[in-house]
């Protein structure tokens, strides 16, 4: 397959790219030229920007574009339309952010999406969910029946620069108390970025179009299922100790940056099924999983080529608990 990734050098379009190009397709990457120049020798790559600079692409032809860095409709517009005559299929990566309610479980693809807190918005922090679907249209817009939207979920795995999952893997592996956000039964979906790159391939080569929501595991996985795995996975001799909701509130401990992956459903149930969304469909698809204890421990060997361990890589503020805090919280809960 001749595929052109916009993107390609960074943690998923890196991954699609290194499985394009070991399975012996013709890998094009259109990029800036900033992240990771060097990676990837073997594949083409054709330097420009997505807003206005799209002249290196023009008059080339494509199988199949994945495109993993589209975020504002107006610039997304720009691609699609140009590559409308170029691609037999357009693969556009959003995001289960989507979704204007989730408080309930089971939101699938025709759930309602959000919508811009202002006309015209380009405000991407304030905003990602709703101009994401604004992309997915544009993209179908542009190519009728030969657009897929992938509606990733939280995605893991070596090279991950949000650290997320990365924190709790290189927490668990350092060992003793670990602090552990109830409620344990919490509801965790993830994906593993080199599951999801096969996939992609896949729907690049073969299809089916269409809207998708891509997360797992295949089978329902708690918060503490997760962590007890990943506990096993690195050999841990981690002892969890698990906090009431309202006690971390207390603290001043936010959902999802402060703890990853905790939702702190009671305190805040318009997210409380963020990480419970139907995903049938992407399975049906083709969408498989590798076992979460393969991905713990990929991810550990990873951080352990790149210390710090734990630091993930530079997202600001970094995600997760700093030992200092984490030790304050725990000696309060036993005085």
Same mark, same amino acid.
């Given at each position: ?14 991954h ?43 008059? %080339?032809?494509w199988?199949a574009?994945?495109?993993?860095s589209?975020? $504002?409709? %107006? $610039? ?19 995001s289960?952010?989507?979704?204007a309610? @989730?408080?309930?479980?089971?939101l ?11 006309p015209g918005?380009?405000d ?8 994401? @679907?604004?992309?997915?249209?544009? $993209?179908?817009?542009?190519?009728p029946?030969?657009? +897929? ?7 893991v795995?070596?090279?991950?620069? +949000? ?14 108390e ?10 965790v ?17 073969q299809?089916p ?14 918060? @503490? ?5 990943? *506990?096993?996975?690195? *050999?841990?001799?981690?002892q969890?100790?698990w ?9 001043? $401990? ?9 939702l @702190? ?11 419970a ?13 590798? &076992?979460?204890?393969?991905t ?7 951080l352990?080529e790149?210390? &710090? ?17 984490e ?9």
């Open positions: 397959m001749r595929l052109l990734l916009l993107g390609g050098t960074r943690f998923l379009g890196r699609v790219a290194e499985l394009a190009l070991a399975r012996g397709d013709e890998v094009t990457l259109f990029t800036r030229g900033r992240t990771n120049p060097g990676v990837l020798p073997r594949a083409e790559h054709l330097v420009g920007d997505r807003d206005g600079g799209l002249a290196p692409l023009a008059g %080339r032809r199988d574009v994945v495109d993993t589209g975020y $504002v409709p %107006r $610039v997304v517009r720009q691609s699609a339309r140009l590559l409308a005559g170029a691609v037999d299929r357009y693969v556009f990566v959003s289960a952010s989507v979704y309610d @989730a408080s309930e479980p089971g699938h693809e025709g759930s309602p999406v959000d919508e811009l807190s202002a918005s380009e991407v922090q304030r905003d990602y969910g709703a101009l994401k @679907a604004l992309c997915e249209r544009e $993209v179908e817009d542009a190519l029946g030969r657009a +897929t939207s992938v509606r990733a979920g939280l995605i795995g070596p090279h991950d620069p +949000t650290g997320r999952f990365t924190w709790w893997v290189a927490r668990l592996h350092r060992g003793g670990v602090l552990a956000p109830e409620p344990p039964d919490q509801p979906q993830l994906v593993d970025v080199r599951d999801l790159a096969a996939w992609l391939l896949l729907l690049a080569e299809g179009a269409g809207t998708y929501n891509a997360m797992g595991p295949a089978e329902e996985l708690t918060l @503490a299922g997760l962590l007890d795995t990943v *506990r096993a996975a690195t *050999r841990s001799d981690a969890l100790v906090v009431p909701e309202q006690v971390l509130a207390d603290a001043g $401990v936010g959902a999802w940056m402060d703890l990853p992956l905790w @702190a459903p009671t305190l805040e149930p318009a997210q409380a099924a963020f990480l969304v139907d995903a049938s469909r992407a399975r049906a698809a083709g969408l498989r999983f590798r &076992p979460l204890s393969d713990a421990r990929d991810t550990l060997a990873w352990l790149s210390p &710090p361990l734990g630091a993930g890589a530079p997202v600001e503020p970094p995600p997760g608990l700093t030992p200092e805090r030790r304050a919280i725990l000696d309060a809960l036993e005085r």
